[in-house]
């Protein structure tokens, strides 16, 4: 994107359309914001849950009003949780409807030609139909973070506050391996939180790691439910 000007005097079109898919709470969609920040681009987002209507046509009639707003100004538009449309199309009293938003969405990117760029996440690669898995420029995987990305988004969280001498991130680390981003950034909120609330306004180890814990017992109890 941003040699754009550089590509476009030699008749060369850079790669607007990005696809992001991996697990639930992995960034993907912060990835988008992070990308939106990156090129100073503003964020335009999109559920597809959110535009699903039962009225007949009502849906696509939608998503062609998103398109023509990223159209009049450069931004990411972030096309959010795409697989809705997969559900959906399983749904006897959506299917009608979501095929249609699949074939306008399929136009859609045929032709799009906006000044920003377009980013569309998804927990399940393979939910997408292939024609519009082909209009992406470019497929990235975002998987759970691993023992380097966790303490990176521990630290990134946590820097606003003070942090104690003596923590390490080894124990930490070790508890969140194989959580997600989003817990793993819940967890240092939830540890600051803690000490500004306790008056101690120092972070310790062993906060950081009780609220992972309760994090953790949290997750187990809805698993339950």
């Not at 079109?13 to 090129?39: D, E, F, M, Q, V």
């Not at 849906?59 to 949780?81: G, T």
């Not at 939910?127 to 990235?140: E, G, I, K, N």
């Not at 062993?206 to 814990?213: D, E, G, H, M, R």
Request: with cysteine; net charge neutral.
């Amino acid at each position: 994107y941003a040699a754009r000007e550089r590509l476009g005097a030699y008749g060369l079109r850079n790669r607007k359309t990005i696809l992001l898919y991996g697990p639930p709470g992995c960034g993907k969609s912060l990835g988008a914001k992070r990308l939106a920040w990156n090129t100073g681009l503003p964020l335009l987002k999109m559920r597809f849950d959110s535009l699903l209507s039962s009225y007949f046509g009502e849906s696509a009639a939608n998503l062609r009003a998103v398109f023509e707003a990223a159209a009049e100004r450069p931004c990411v538009l972030l096309l959010d949780e795409c697989d809705f449309i997969a559900r959906s199309r399983s749904n006897s009293k959506d299917i009608g409807e979501a095929a249609r938003i699949v074939n306008s969405l399929l136009q859609l990117m045929e032709e799009y030609d906006a000044p920003g760029l377009l980013v569309a996440t998804t927990n399940v690669e393979s939910s997408l139909d292939d024609a519009l898995f082909r209009r992406f420029d470019d497929v990235f995987q975002v998987p759970l973070p691993g023992a380097a990305e966790i303490e990176m988004l521990l630290r990134t969280t946590l820097s606003s506050v003070k942090l104690s001498d003596g923590i390490k991130w080894t124990k930490p680390v070790e508890k969140l391996t194989g959580a997600s981003a989003a817990m793993t950034v819940k967890a240092a909120q939830d540890a600051a939180k803690a000490a500004v609330l306790r008056g101690e306004k120092v972070v310790t180890e062993s906060l950081l790691l009780k609220a992972i814990s309760e994090l953790e017992h949290g997750s187990d109890a809805r698993e339950r439910d």
